[in-house]
């Protein structure tokens, strides 16, 4: 059964760079069917799509972060990263990271989520 | 970007009874491939979201049938036949077709 971890900071300073890591088990990320991506949801409200990564490292990204967002990739270790600098208290949220098909921008597998904090 | 609209914003519901959701796009969502990319998730309290339909009514393994998709173009519906106490949540419609994808709102589900 395919898992996918988030891990990283709980409490980010605003102007810093919020970084999270998401461990995949259970399957290869290294699978050509793939694109690995994360989605936020600030606290008591709606989904929003960041980006996504393939694992040849070929990303796409939400217009309205991409100044700010990288999202990178590590096959050997099984994982995908993100990192969002400058961030305000606007970027507090759980972050999610999740599985979706090449062809299509729909997650069908969702790690746990975790809650960043953007706060002095 | 697409603006996914839900209706409405909360549906209290008797058990037993049917419930009904609409999500509308500010686009159309067939894409060239013929394939219209409007899926549904459920966020059960307290946890991550799960995909239930995509491609508007494919519908995901483990998904009980009381659950369906429908629609096309620009309207698009999510029905409970007999409303279940695990189906307490948040529902959220989404759209893969244009970059960059787009929810809805969501609609909370809850028991009279």
């Known amino acids: 059964q395919l898992q996918l971890q988030e891990s990283g900071p709980g409490l980010v300073k605003p102007s810093e760079t919020l970084s999270l890591t998401c461990a995949v088990s259970g399957g290869p990320i290294r699978i050509g069917t793939y694109y690995w991506g994360w989605v936020r949801q600030p606290p008591g409200k709606g989904l929003e799509w960041i980006g996504s990564i393939y694992y040849s490292g070929r990303t796409h990204y939400n217009p309205s972060l991409e100044s700010r967002v990288t999202i990178s990739v590590d096959t050997s270790k099984n994982q995908f990263s993100l990192s969002l600098n400058f961030v305000t208290a606007a970027d507090t949220a759980v972050y999610y990271c999740?599985?979706?098909?090449?062809?299509?921008?729909?997650?069908?597998?969702w790690g746990q989520g975790t809650l960043v904090t953007v706060s002095s | 970007e697409v603006v996914m609209t839900q209706s409405p914003l909360s549906l209290p519901v008797t058990l037993g009874q049917p419930a009904s959701i609409s999500c509308r796009s500010s686009?159309?969502?067939?894409?060239?491939?013929?394939?219209?990319?409007l899926n549904w998730f459920q966020q059960r309290p307290g946890q991550s979201p799960r995909r239930l339909f995509y491609k508007v009514s494919d519908r995901d393994s483990g998904v009980p049938d009381r659950f369906s998709g429908s629609g096309s173009g620009t309207d698009f519906t999510l029905k409970i036949s007999n409303v279940e106490a695990e189906d307490v949540g948040v529902y959220y419609c989404m759209q893969g077709t244009h970059w960059p994808p787009t929810f809805g709102g969501g609609t909370k589900v809850e028991i009279k």
């Open positions: 686009q159309s969502l067939v894409y060239s491939d013929g394939n219209t990319y």
């Open positions: 999740a599985r979706h098909e090449v062809a299509a921008a729909a997650p069908d597998y």
